[in-house]
T-cell receptor, first 114, second 111 residues
């Protein structure tokens, strides 16, 4: 099993450009999450999904959109990138609802917006 | 907005020393998790504590959940260079699918 994979690993964008980050998991997990990690701030939840076809907003959703058309994939989109979106983005998945279940994280995508 | 404050933010110690990392909040969580993250990788779960007052041991690591389920601590005995990394606590918000992550403690253990 590959676990959770993220594509791409690195990306540099210019302000105003758009891009999509892809997260894929092969563990048949229902729940998937997108976080961003900035120095001194831990991980902050952007959006999450509790099942195929569903999405919901997290702590910092502005400027991002997500889609979960297939259970194994969770896409994060930036329609018009801004320098404030420079960060490391992590995707995670879990089997059951939040609380006691393990979140499995991908290796991250390092995004720089110039 | 719920916050999880971790202290200290940075810690550099010699091999063999003991240390404690704290995770504090004014909010109650249904459970609390501790993760370790190494450079260039995603966080990896170390432990989940669920019951107030619960203590769990994982080899040289001891985790405690506060009685009121608002805080937690991680104690490492006889630290080793392999313990170096970023330690994150994460609280599960009551009745939701969401986790709030702490600000992180960056530990460096010198040989």
């Amino acid at each position: 099993n590959a676990g959770v994979t993220q594509t791409p690993k690195f990306r540099v964008l210019k302000t105003g450009q758009s891009m999509t980050l892809l997260c894929a998991q092969d563990m048949n997990h229902e729940y998937m999450y997108w976080y961003r990690q900035d120095p001194g701030m831990g991980l902050r939840l952007i959006h999450y999904s509790v099942g195929e076809g569903t999405t919901a907003k997290g702590e910092v959703p502005d400027g991002y959109n997500v889609s979960r058309l297939k259970k194994q994939n969770f896409l994060l989109g930036l329609e018009s990138a801004a320098p404030s979106q420079t960060s490391v983005y992590f995707c995670a998945s879990s089997w059951a609802r939040g609380g006691t279940d393990t979140q499995y994280f991908g290796p991250g995508t390092r995004l720089t917006v110039l | 907005t719920q916050l999880l404050e971790q202290s200290p933010q940075f810690l550099s110690i010699q091999e063999g020393e003991n240390l404690t990392v704290y995770c504090n909040s004014s909010s109650v969580f249904s459970s609390l998790q501790w993760y370790r993250q190494e450079p260039g990788e995603g966080p990896v779960l170390l432990v989940t504590v669920v019951t107030g007052g619960e203590v769990k041991k994982l080899k040289r690591l001891t985790f405690q959940f506060g009685d009121a389920r608002k805080d937690s601590s991680l104690h490492i005995t006889a630290a080793q260079p392999g313990d170096t990394g970023l330690y994150l606590c994460a609280g599960a918000q009551m009745g939701t699918y969401k986790y709030i992550f702490g600000t992180g403690t960056r530990l460096k253990v010198l040989a």
